[in-house]
């Protein structure tokens, strides 16, 4: 198989590219730099086929992924900036990227009759309950201009055409970019004490075990919407922080505090990222490892 990888300059798009050149697959990859831009790790990524491309782009991207003709496209580029998506001014910038740049990409996967992977979020449901969120339900509700867009993102690609993968994640972290963890180990090394919310509740997605799934679901035919965090339970941000700074030997104190009393953040975020994933099992794909296991291995890399 031959794949078309977006994003490769960011956590996830590395990572995927990564997976997909250890297995053998022919792989290019793209980015909105004229150049690869990510981590210089040495890794396969760094050295594999590049082409600079804008998603918003319509003609571009219908050139640039006829000439190649993949197999499958994996789309890893978005505006992630949560807080930045709800400034006035970047408002229709985000859209173009995560609605309409998702759309010219299904649109030209349809043409050439290729599978579409697009990954998603838990933002584009209300955030409310403690009941996981299951990938099939419909009752969406964006709490800000991120989830919004990604929803469109969404509807996108599955009113288009079949042949699709839509793959909500949550709390991403990875070797390629900022992430929560990166961020608390600096806090962490810094100041005595730290203040993190403990009335949100998700579990963190490890893009290196995440790429993984997201090549095993291309090498079958098992299309439709999936969730994938990895396993270990429930937690909040503050339970997390706690376990990030115990297996990092950091003596910091972390202290909870509700998301109101923290303050800050200009986007609404959710009080449930819980997302279902049986419906992996289900279709036969091996879950992620644990939470716990993978920050483990995400820690021994960082240093």
């Known amino acids: 198989m031959k794949f078309f990888v977006t994003g490769v300059g960011g956590q996830l798009g590395h990572d995927v590219m990564n997976e997909l050149l250890k297995r053998g697959y022919e ?3 793209s980015d909105i730099q004229p150049e690869y831009s990510g981590v210089d790790d040495g890794s396969p990524v760094t050295k594999a086929d590049y082409v600079q491309l804008d998603i918003t782009d319509k003609a571009a991207v219908e050139k640039i992924i ?3 003709k993949p197999d499958a496209v994996i789309h890893c580029a978005a505006w992630t900036a949560v807080d930045a998506a709800e400034d006035e001014e970047n408002i229709d910038k985000v859209r173009a990227i995560n609605a309409g740049g998702t759309r010219n990409i299904a649109e030209v996967c349809k043409s ?5 992977t697009y990954t998603s979020t838990d933002y584009v449901f209300d955030g409310q309950g403690d009941i996981p969120w299951e990938p099939d339900c419909k009752d969406y509700a964006p709490l800000n201009v991120y989830g919004q867009t990604k929803l469109e993102g969404e509807l996108a690609v599955s009113e288009l055409f079949d042949k699709y993968f839509i793959v909500r994640i949550a709390w991403v972290f990875g070797l390629n970019g900022k992430n929560f963890i990166k961020t608390m180990l600096s806090v962490g090394k810094t100041h005595d004490e730290v203040r993190v919310v403990c009335d949100q509740i998700g579990t963190p997605t490890y893009t290196l075990d995440l790429a993984r799934l997201l090549v095993d679901m291309n090498e ?3 299309y439709g919407y999936y969730h994938a965090t990895n396993e ?6 503050y339970d997390f922080t706690c376990e990030i700074y115990r297996q990092a ?3 910091t104190k972390v202290t909870p505090v509700t998301t109101e009393e923290y303050g800050l953040s200009k986007a609404a975020r959710p009080y449930n990222s819980r997302l279902d994933k049986k419906k992996l099992v289900e279709a036969g794909f091996t879950p992620l490892p644990t939470w716990q296991d993978a920050l483990s291995r995400y820690i021994k890399d960082l240093s």
């Open 27 to 29: 792989g290019v990859g």
């Open 66 to 68: 006829t000439e190649i």
């Open 112 to 116: 050439l009759d290729c599978k579409m």
């Open 220 to 222: 079958t035919e098992k």
């Open 232 to 237: 270990g339970g429930y937690i909040s941000w």
């Open 249 to 251: 030997g950091y003596s």
